[in-house]
C-alpha cells in the first residue's frame, strides 16, 4: 500500500510518521526549508504518544514533483490551500486511489470532487494537537491521535482498502475506524474545532481557560449551540448528544491547547480564519439561524 501525504504539517507529518514508523510506504509533500530539512535530517516527531520519533530517509517533495500513482491520498493541507492541490490529487490518484481528506472544513470530499469528479473521495476527520516546532521538527502534544473516514457518495472503493488503512493505522499506535455515517462524525470535529478556534482567537487564550467556569466557557458553550443548530438547518444527522460530547473532547485537552488556527494568528501567518469562523456566520445568515457569538468574533476580525 503507497500512502502519499499531502501537507506536512502537524496532522500529516504525524498520519505519515507513524506510518512510516512501521514500515509503510509514505510520501511526503512539503515544502521550503521544512522540506530541505526533511530532506537532509529525515522527519523528526516528538509525541505525547510514542515519544521521540525519528525517520530517516523519508521521500519528500514539493507538489509539482509528486508524478507517481498513490494507493491512498491524505489530504492534510490547510483549507486556503486546499485547490493548490487539485494538480497534485489528479496526478496521483489512480482508478482505485482513495483520497482521504483531513481538513478543518466540512464536505471537504465532495469540494475536491467539483474540480476532479472521477476521482474516489471520502470524507475524513481527525482529532489531534500538533505543529511544526521548526523545520522537519513536529510536536504532537498529549496523547490524543483519532483518525475516523467514510464513503458518504458511495464511491465505488473496494472495501479491503479502506480496512487495510485502518488496519495499518491501528498497527502504527492510531485509533481509527470506518465511520457508519462520516458527514455526522466530520460535522462534530468541525463544530468542536471552530468553537474551540472561535473562542481562543476571540479571549487570546489556550484550552485551560475554556476548562474553567466563568465567561469564557460560556461563550464557547454559546458558539457550539449556534454551530449545531446550523447543522440541524443544513440536514446534517447531528448526534443528539453532539453538545455534550464536544464538551468532553474540550475538556479531554491539555490546558496549554491551542488551535492551529490561534497559532497562525499569533505568527502573523495566513489562517484557517474564513473557514473556521466567517463561513459559520455566512451559513447562519444563508439557513436562517441565529449566530450572535459567532457575529461577534467574525466583527471582531473582519
Do not use: W
Not at 141 to 156: I, L, R
Not at 244 to 251: F, I, K, L, R, S
Amino acid at each position: 500500500m503507497k500512502y502519499l501525504i499531502l501537507g506536512t504539517g502537524g496532522t500529516g507529518a504525524s498520519i505519515g510518521a507513524f506510518l512510516a514508523a512501521e514500515g509503510k510506504d509514505v510520501t511526503f509533500m512539503a515544502r521550503g526549508a521544512h522540506l530541505e530539512a526533511m530532506r537532509k535530517n529525515g522527519l523528526v516527531l516528538d509525541s505525547g504518544l510514542k515519544g521521540h520519533m525519528e525517520i530517516k530517509n523519508v521521500k519528500a517533495f514539493e507538489g509539482k514533483d509528486i508524478n507517481d500513482k498513490a494507493d491512498v491520498i491524505f489530504v492534510c493541507v490547510k483549507s486556503y490551500s486546499l485547490e493548490d492541490i487539485i494538480p497534485v490529487i489528479k496526478r496521483a490518484a489512480g482508478a482505485d486511489t482513495i483520497v482521504i481528506p483531513i481538513l478543518n472544513m466540512f464536505k471537504t470530499g465532495a469540494k475536491i470532487k467539483e474540480y476532479l469528479p472521477e476521482v474516489k473521495c471520502l470524507e475524513g476527520c481527525i482529532y489531534i494537537s500538533a505543529f511544526i516546532d521548526a523545520p522537519g521538527k513536529i510536536v504532537h502534544a498529549g496523547d490524543t491521535f483519532k483518525v475516523f473516514f467514510g464513503n458518504p457518495y458511495n464511491e465505488d472503493v473496494k472495501e479491503e482498502i479502506m480496512e487495510q488503512v485502518v488496519s495499518d493505522l491501528k498497527s502504527a499506535g492510531v485509533t481509527a475506524g470506518i465511520s457508519d455515517d462520516i458527514l455526522r462524525d466530520t460535522f462534530k470535529k468541525f463544530s468542536f474545532i471552530s468553537a474551540f478556534a472561535a473562542t481562543g482567537a476571540y479571549y487570546d487564550v489556550d484550552a485551560g481557560a475554556i476548562h474553567r467556569e466563568g465567561e469564557i466557557r460560556e461563550f464557547y458553550k454559546s458558539l457550539v449551540r449556534e454551530i449545531i443548530e446550523i447543522g440541524k438547518a443544513m440536514g446534517v444527522n447531528t448526534s443528539p448528544t453532539l453538545f455534550e460530547d464536544d464538551m468532553t473532547t474540550m475538556d479531554s485537552f491539555g490546558d496549554d491547547i491551542k488551535t492551529s488556527l490561534q497559532r497562525d494568528l499569533e505568527a502573523g501567518k495566513n489562517s484557517e480564519i474564513d473557514t473556521l469562523i466567517f463561513g459559520v456566520s455566512r451559513l447562519g445568515k444563508q439557513y436562517g439561524v441565529p449566530t450572535p457569538c459567532y457575529d461577534r468574533v467574525t466583527a471582531k476580525f473582519s
